[in-house]
């Protein structure tokens, strides 16, 4: 590599890396100059804790209708209800005719 290349590919990096760190400061600027308000960051803040409370609320109810379900189970179990008979049961609750 001669004397003038190096010359031109050494001020091309430089002037590369000042244009990179000055995108990055103007970016960064940017991000800082758009921060919320006190008042905007409260009230999203109050609705998260709104969704953290309806969510926490779905899954107790969740778990309510698993236990229901494991205790019919266990009833179904306990009283020897067989698959068979147990789609009789179903289909005569739906209205539809046993087979």
């Not at 698993?66 to 266990?74: L, P």
Request: aromatic share 4%; net charge positive.
């Amino acid at each position: 590599m001669d004397r003038y290349t190096m010359i031109v590919s050494v001020s091309g990096m430089i002037c590369g890396t000042i244009f990179m760190m000055s995108l990055i400061r103007a970016v960064a600027g940017r991000r800082k100059a758009a921060a919320l308000p006190n008042d905007i960051v409260q009230r999203l803040e109050h609705r998260f804790s709104e969704i953290q409370q309806s969510l926490d609320a779905v899954a107790v109810e969740v778990e309510r209708i698993s236990e229901g379900q494991r205790f019919t189970t266990k009833l179904l179990t306990e009283r020897g209800i067989a698959g068979a008979e147990l789609n009789a049961v179903r289909d005569a609750a739906r209205g539809t005719p046993v087979r």
